[in-house]
């Protein structure tokens, strides 16, 4: 290991020569070997670095070493830059391998940055117009990005978003699965299947890939639920617990959550438009001989929020005829649609028969109605008491609702007692019991006097009426 100390030969002597000779070829023998450069190194000239434990190389200008080899038999090399790479090709100086910061190593092709390895493995950092491939066995395309277009391809060179999974033509072919979660076919697996047969184009989602039969959930944020399908076929919307009475779970039953409401909406500009749910069963085997019970809901015309209901039920032919209609009229049947004719009413209820112009009448059962619609039923059963004279008193007031008028209302059935025995008094013949138009009370009337009756015909009488009448 030695080095000169400068490369001019000494010829004063025979011996100066010897010696300057032998430590000129001393150094060149062995590269210069030191642990520092004396100054004696000429440019382009070779260092055995004994410090670094690495061949050198001098540069032309004389400033600076080129690692060459490691003494162990590796090799350095400088950084390089994107554009100037490190180890390159003779004829194509800008491709090759660089490291642009400690730690990395990058890879240049045509002075563009395509790979970086470092702690994070980045494809194409500098962003250029530059496909990747990934191939399999079979497949050329199994990964595939489309750089230009900002897109992912699995199995397809030509993705039409931003992941596309396929099988890379627009013909029938295999089936494409994505399966999620277990490394075997069981109830951890779950499979999305798009079928690309000729007769079968559905997308299928499988929640379980094995034999027993597992549930979908939906979730509109972190922790509330909003749809689920259940493992036997049943459906929740709003809720996720089943009642636990008789109705057990099964494929198509639905059941929506506390304050839910199902809405089937149908965005339309036309008077009379809504939407339609319809309950149909096939008829025996024959596919086209459907039966149907169809319900529409919308709004009557475009300048209002005035709502309908339609209910039609199929017929003979398929055809779907109107057996119930719900609208602010009230109810109307089959194709009647006018608002006189709508059934708008059903109440039942209780009243209280009085009089209150001279005579005492007690209520011998609670007095009942119903109205449907117009039409009013009652019930009464009344006994009058009182003074037994010529004062006309003869009626019962306090009814529920107020006659229509225009309308005289006869009794349907009635009964009154004699005065003394409680029993029909079937031989009067001079008394009519009626409603009288826009009245709320019954007229029992002396046919002959066309007024009232008296109170002595009154007093001591029982009276059982049963009556309709129309109301305004």
Same mark, same amino acid.
Request: with cysteine; charged share 20%.
């Given at each position: 290991m030695s080095q000169a100390s400068d490369y001019t030969v000494d010829n004063s002597t025979g011996a100066n020569v010897r010696i300057d000779l032998n430590a000129i070829f001393g150094a060149i023998a062995t590269n210069n070997s030191a642990g520092s450069?004396?100054?004696?190194?000429?440019?382009?000239?070779?260092?055995?670095?004994?410090?670094?434990?690495?061949?050198?190389? +001098?540069?032309? /200008?004389?400033?600076? @070493?080129?690692?060459?080899?490691?003494?162990?038999?590796?090799?350095?090399?400088?950084?390089?830059? *994107?554009?100037?790479?490190s180890l390159f090709f003779n004829d194509d100086i800008n491709?090759?391998?660089?490291?642009?910061?400690?730690? +990395?190593?990058?890879?240049?092709?045509?002075? *563009?940055?395509? *790979?970086?390895?470092?702690?994070?493995?980045?494809?194409?950092?500098?962003?250029?117009?530059?496909?990747?491939? !990934?191939?399999?066995?079979?497949?050329?395309?199994?990964?595939?990005?489309?750089?230009?277009?900002?897109?992912?391809? !699995?199995?397809?060179?030509?993705p039409d978003g931003l992941l596309h999974i396929g099988t890379g033509d627009n013909t029938d072919g295999t089936d494409v699965d994505i399966i999620i979660g277990g490394s075997s076919v069981n109830a951890r697996q779950a499979k999305i299947r798009k079928k690309i047969q000729s007769d079968d184009r559905a997308l299928e989602i499988y929640p379980g890939t094995g034999s027993s039969p597992e549930e979908i959930r939906i979730f509109r944020d972190d922790t509330n639920e909003t749809m689920r399908f259940g493992a036997s076929g049943e459906i929740y919307l709003g809720t996720v617990n089943w009642p636990t009475g008789s109705m057990g779970k099964a494929a198509g039953r639905v059941l929506i959550g506390d304050g839910g409401d199902l809405t089937l909406w149908n965005e339309t500009n036309s008077a009379g438009g809504g939407a339609s749910f319809k309950l149909a069963c096939k008829e025996g085997g024959?596919?086209? +001989?459907?039966?149907?019970?169809?319900?529409?809901?919308?709004? *009557?015309? /475009?300048?209002?929020?005035?709502?309908?209901?339609? !209910?039609k039920i199929s017929d003979a032919s398929g055809g779907g005829n109107t057996k119930v209609r719900i609208d602010g009229d009230g109810l109307k049947f089959n194709s009647d649609t006018a608002a006189a004719n709508a059934l708008d009413d059903y109440e039942e209820g209780t009243f209280t028969p009085t009089n209150t112009i001279g005579l005492t009448l007690t209520n011998n059962t609670t007095a009942h109605y119903t109205k449907v619609g117009r039409v009013v039923f009652i019930q009464i059963d009344c006994t009058f008491s009182g003074s037994a004279d010529?004062?006309?008193?003869?009626?019962?007031?306090?009814?529920? @609702?107020?006659?229509?008028s225009g309308c005289i209302n006869e009794g349907a059935l009635q009964f009154y007692s004699n005065e003394s025995d409680a029993k029909l008094d079937a031989s009067d013949d001079n008394t009519r019991i009626f409603i009288g138009?826009?009245?709320?009370?019954?007229? !029992?009337?002396?046919?002959?006097?066309?007024?009232?009756?008296?109170?002595?015909?009154?007093?001591?009488?029982?009276?059982?009426?049963?009556?309709?009448?129309? /109301?305004?």
């Open positions: 450069d004396n100054g004696s190194i000429q440019n382009l000239g070779f260092f055995a670095d004994t410090t670094l434990q690495k061949l050198r190389l +001098k540069e032309a /200008t004389g400033n600076n @070493f080129v690692n060459l080899r490691g003494f162990d038999g590796s090799l350095p090399l400088p950084d390089g830059t *994107v554009s100037s790479p491709t090759g391998l660089f490291s642009s910061a400690t730690d +990395k190593l990058n890879i240049a092709t045509g002075g *563009v940055e395509r *790979v970086e390895f470092g702690t994070t493995t980045i494809f194409n950092e500098d962003g250029a117009d530059v496909d990747f491939r !990934i191939e399999g066995d079979t497949d050329a395309n199994l990964f595939y990005v489309d750089a230009g277009n900002n897109r992912v391809g !699995i199995g397809d060179p030509n024959d596919a086209a +001989k459907i039966g149907f019970c169809q319900m529409f809901g919308g709004t *009557v015309n /475009t300048s209002d929020q005035t709502g309908f209901l339609n !209910i010529s004062s006309i008193c003869g009626i019962i007031q306090g009814l529920p @609702f107020t006659s229509k138009a826009s009245e709320s009370r019954i007229d !029992i009337q002396n046919i002959t006097s066309g007024n009232f009756q008296t109170r002595a015909f009154m007093v001591g009488r029982r009276f059982r009426i049963q009556m309709n009448y129309l /109301t305004a």
